[in-house]
Each structure stands twice: as structure tokens, then as C-alpha cells.
């Protein structure tokens, strides 16, 4: 298997078709593995359409069921509206408002506390006398003189305008930063104005009370279950403060809102009513209830469809480099067997057809026929226990054995093979060394480091196998003065079907598998092997194999 034989390949005269049948074999693994490729990322282009097409929909349905919602939101909004205004402006600001006429038509004196009924909307009641310019309160207020000019001038704008239709005037301000409503009317001397403040607090408990009393959404709809309870009903003035919130949390996308002005004599000009429906009786409202939001499952799905193609490509990748190691390892394998059976084949005839002159050359002929078996048997025994890894260790027979004769005998059988190819063997072995090890598993150890040593190193070097004994152990080394493994590649080599880079385009044969043989023999019988620099710069295999094996 050295440089001679990769040549004689070479030379042998046979047609080698080996080339072409892998191409077209690793022509059609690529074009399947693009094939498979494509209907992986056809896939993922499927499943994104899919979830973008689940989310399309998820969407719509949302927007649908939000603007359902939304609806009946408005439809709280209007009847809380109409209420307030009828209870609000009617009962309460109408009613008041003609009381204090009344009063004042009888000669009461409007201003005096007691004179009048308690109504909680009003805060203070004034009485304002535009001729005179004077301006009368039932209560100081505390930026008197601010809306003392004020009422003066709305007044005046009040009498200037004649009598209104309901015989009352709601006016909505803000002075001084803070939002004001009034309720006028005109006396009946028609020369004077009186009304009073809205008593902010008063209005909110109102507003209160009028969301407390009846159900907002009519009865008919969900059977009456979707009370006051599940709603979110906020009330603004016309400075946006807030003056009633029925509770802190709501959707903000289901808020509906209504702004209100001039109806009912304009009772909530310019304030705002927002309603919203709790989300969570959404399924009372609409078939299927407001959808849930399936974006985190979608992206999760996406993730895992993309993880899933990158791990089945990443298989594929690790499938195509495997089926392209293996095809080299066939036709290494062939080139190998080949060159032997090649030489056996000529030199057999040569004996057949007595095409020898002398003695010597016949036992050449043998010689080489010999040499040459011996090798296949090698090549098929290193192929037969690569292929057949994973068996166990009663493969082996260990037994007590002096490794000593031993290593001789594989070395001189060897001896020939190095000497044929310019090389020498030193051998330097301990007396004493022995271990419980399996002869042939031992001898195929051997035989494969040194036909590496060969192989590997230049012409007329000194190969030195080296064999001692230690406290618990024997060590066999195997040095040479070639190129050495770079330290790179010192795990990889035991790993089969792997060869160094330099090895690719160069001339000397090989498989790839010898070392993993090694390391797998090495390893049945409970030792180690390792590759380090050997002190003339080759590479040195140091093999350590327990002397008595523990028992299993
Ligand atoms: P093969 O020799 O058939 O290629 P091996 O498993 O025996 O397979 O060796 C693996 C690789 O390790 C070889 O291809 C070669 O590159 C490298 N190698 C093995 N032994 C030596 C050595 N003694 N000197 C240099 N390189 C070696």
C-alpha cells in the first residue's frame, strides 16, 4: 500500500471507469439533495403564507368583533346622554331654576339660605342687576370681583337677547384656569338676571347615582346579563376634566365616545361621554367572543418550521458528506485490492508459463505472490473490522501473552516490505514485557501503524518500534521520520474515512480507516493510543495497553 503500489495502479494497463461512475453518482446525490432543498424551502414558503394568511384573518375577525363592540359602546354612550340630560338639565337645573323664580316672584329674598329648597346642584346663587352694575351673591365666592365682571356681562348679553323658549340660559366657561357652569334666567322686572353656580361635586354625585340606577345597554341584548357592572362610562366637561368614572380599567381599544353640545338647551355643551364594554363579556356580544391575539403561536410556529428546515438541511449536509466519504472509501478500497491482485495475477503467470530464467527469480515471484496476499488479507481484515465496529469485546480473546517474540515476529514478517521500499527497521524491545492482550488484534495494530510509517515517510529512513514495560501498563511505540500529523489533526485521524489535506491530490493510496482500526482495537483491550512528535520530527503512535485487564 506504499508509493510503489499507488504508481503500479497507475500503470497496470485497466481501464479505470471508477472516475466517471462517481461523478455521476455524486452528480445525482447533489441534484436530489437540491431537490429535496427546494421542497424544504417550498415548505416554509407554504407554511409562512399560511400563518400570514391566519393572521390576515385573525386580524379581520378582530377588527369586526372590536367594531361590534364599539357599537354598543356608542349605544351606552347615547342613552347615558339622554339620561343626564332629562334628569340633569330637566329635573334638576329646570326644577331649581323655577323654584328661585318662584321665590323671587313672591318677594323672597332669593339669597338667603333658608328661603329656598336644598338642591345639591347648586353651589351658590347670585342675583345680578346689570343697570346698577351690582351683583349679588347667597355666598361669597373666592374670585368674586372676576366673576362679579363676569356675570355683569353675561347678563347684559341675556337681556339684550330677550326671553329664551324654556326661560333659562346654561352657560359653560372657564375662569381663571377653572371650568364654570352657569344656570341664568330672567327676573320677571326684566331687568335683572339671577341663577346660580353648578355645584361641581353635586353634578358628579348625580351623574353617579344615574349610572348606578338602570342598566345602560337594553335588556334585550344578551339577556339582560351585561349590567351597568361590566361597563366603563367616563364623564368630561368642556375642560376635558373628568367628572364622573365609573371604574379605572378598560379596554382603549373598545372606548366609543359622544361628544355632546346645544341639545337640551345646550345642559352639557361641549362636555364629552366615553363608554367601553369589558372585554371579558365580549362572548355575550359576539359569536366566538373578541378573538384572542394568536401572533405569540404563529411566531412560535414560524421559529420552529425554520429551526426544523435548517436541522433537516444541516442532516442532509451531514448525509451528503457521509455518502461522498463512503464513495471515496469504495474507491480507494478498489484502487487498493486492485494493485495486489494485479501483481499476484502477473507473477503467477510468470511461474505458469515458466517465464523465469533463474531459481532466484522464481523465488521473487513467489516472494512478491506472498507479500501481495499477505496485504489483502491485511486491507480485507482492517475493512472487515471497520465495517464491523460496535461489536463488543468478545472479539477479542485476551490472554496473558510475552509481547515480546511476539513484535519480533510481526516485525520481521514485516521486515521486507520496509526494506523493498528503502527503509530500516530499529527494533527496541524490553525482556521482561508482558500483558493480557488479543495476539491478532495486537499483530493488526502493529501491522498498520508500521505500513503507515512507510507510507507516510521518506526513503531510507529509520523506522523505531519501541516496547517497554511499565508499573501497570505495557507501552508500544511506532516512530518515523516523516512529515508527522499537525496537531490539528490529531483527534481526527482516529475518526475513519479521514485523510490530512496533503494526502487529497497526492500519489499515495489509501482508505482512511487504518488508525480508526487501531484506536478500536486499542480501546477493546482497556488502553489508549495517541499521536505526539517524535524526537527526529516524525510522527511517533504510542500505544498503552493495561498489563492485567479488569474484570467487566
Ligand atoms: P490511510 O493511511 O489508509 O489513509 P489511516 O487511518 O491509516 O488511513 O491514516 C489516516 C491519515 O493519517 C492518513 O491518510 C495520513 O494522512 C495520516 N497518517 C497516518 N499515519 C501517518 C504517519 N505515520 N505519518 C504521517 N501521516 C500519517
Request: glycine share 8%; charged share 25%.
Amino acid at each position: 500500500m506504499g508509493v510503489h503500489t499507488a504508481q503500479l495502479v497507475r500503470n497496470s494497463g485497466y481501464p479505470c471507469s471508477m472516475g466517471a461512475g462517481k461523478d455521476n453518482y455524486s452528480g445525482n446525490v447533489v441534484s436530489r439533495s437540491r431537490m429535496i432543498i427546494s421542497l424544504l424551502m417550498l415548505i416554509l414558503v407554504l407554511v409562512l403564507s399560511l400563518v400570514w394568511q391566519a393572521s390576515k384573518t385573525m386580524q379581520s375577525n378582530r377588527e369586526t368583533a372590536t367594531q361590534v363592540l364599539q357599537d354598543y359602546a356608542r349605544l351606552v354612550c347615547d342613552e347615558y346622554a339622554r339620561r343626564a340630560m332629562g334628569q340633569i338639565g330637566y329635573y334638576g337645573y329646570f326644577a331649581h331654576i323655577n323654584e328661585i323664580s318662584q321665590a323671587l316672584f313672591a318677594g323672597a329674598d332669593i339669597l338667603a339660605p333658608d328661603k329656598v329648597p336644598e338642591n345639591n346642584l347648586a353651589l351658590y346663587r347670585f342675583l345680578v342687576d346689570p343697570a346698577s352694575a351690582e351683583v349679588r351673591f347667597s355666598q361669597r365666592p373666592d374670585t368674586v370681583a372676576t366673576l362679579e365682571a363676569y356675570l355683569l356681562r353675561k347678563a347684559g348679553d341675556i337681556l339684550a337677547k330677550g326671553p329664551s323658549e324654556s326661560g333659562f340660559f346654561i352657560d359653560h366657561s372657564i375662569i381663571e384656569g377653572h371650568a364654570h357652569s352657569f344656570v341664568f334666567a330672567r327676573a320677571s322686572d326684566s331687568d335683572r338676571v339671577f341663577g346660580f353656580t353648578v355645584d361641581r361635586s353635586g353634578l358628579a354625585e348625580r351623574l353617579q347615582q344615574l349610572f348606578e340606577r338602570d342598566a345602560l345597554l337594553p335588556r334585550s341584548l344578551a339577556g339582560g346579563e351585561i349590567t351597568n357592572e361590566f361597563l366603563f362610562l367616563r364623564f368630561k366637561d368642556h375642560n376635558e376634566e373628568v367628572l364622573f368614572q365609573s371604574r379605572e380599567t378598560y379596554d382603549p381599544n373598545l372606548l366609543a365616545s359622544r361628544g355632546l353640545n346645544m341639545e337640551y338647551e345646550g345642559v352639557f355643551d361641549g362636555h364629552t361621554i366615553e363608554a367601553a364594554i369589558a372585554s371579558g363579556v365580549a362572548d355575550s356580544l359576539v359569536i366566538g367572543g373578541l378573538p384572542r391575539s394568536r401572533l405569540p403561536v404563529l411566531i412560535i410556529t414560524v421559529i420552529l418550521t425554520v429551526g426544523l428546515l435548517i436541522a433537516a438541511i444541516r442532516q442532509l449536509y451531514l448525509e451528503h458528506a457521509l455518502m461522498k466519504m463512503r464513495s471515496n472509501f469504495v474507491s480507494e478500497v478498489s484502487h487498493e485490492l486492485r494493485t495486489p491482485l494485479t501483481q499476484i495475477r502477473m507473477f503467477a503467470e510468470t511461474l505458469l508459463f515458466e517465464r523465469y530464467k533463474t531459481a532466484d527469480d522464481k523465488r521473487r515471484a513467489l516472494e512478491i505472490i506472498n507479500r501481495e496476499s499477505q496485504r489483502l488479507i491485511h486491507l480485507v481484515e482492517n475493512v472487515l473490522r471497520f465495517s464491523g465496529r460496535n461489536g463488543d469485546q468478545r472479539d477479542l480473546t485476551l490472554v496473558q501473552t510475552d509481547l515480546v517474540p511476539l513484535v519480533q515476529r510481526v516485525v520481521d514478517e514485516f521486515r521486507p516490505l520496509a526494506e523493498g521500499a528503502g527503509n530500516s527497521l530499529l527494533v527496541d524491545l524490553d525482556a521482561r514485557a508482558e500483558a493480557e492482550v488479543d495476539t491478532d488484534a495486537l499483530r493488526q495494530i502493529l501491522l498498520n501503524l508500521l505500513d503507515n510509517a512507510i507510507k507516510y515517510g521518506p526513503e531510507d529512513q529509520t523506522v523505531r518500534v519501541s516496547l517497554q514495560q511499565r508499573t501497570d501498563s505495557i507501552r508500544l511505540s511506532v516512530c518515523d521520520q516523516g512529515p508527522g500529523i499537525p496537531r490539528a489533526d490529531r483527534e481526527k485521524i482516529w475518526g475513519g474515512y479521514y485523510r490530512l489535506e496533503r494526502e487529497r491530490d497526492s500519489a499515495i493510496a489509501g482508505t482512511g480507516i487504518g488508525l480508526a482500526v487501531v484506536r478500536e482495537l486499542v480501546t477493546l483491550q482497556g488502553g489508549s493510543v495517541r499521536v505526539v512528535d517524535s524526537e527526529d520530527g516524525g510522527a511517533c503512535f504510542v500505544i498503552e495497553i493495561p498489563r492485567v485487564q479488569e474484570s467487566p
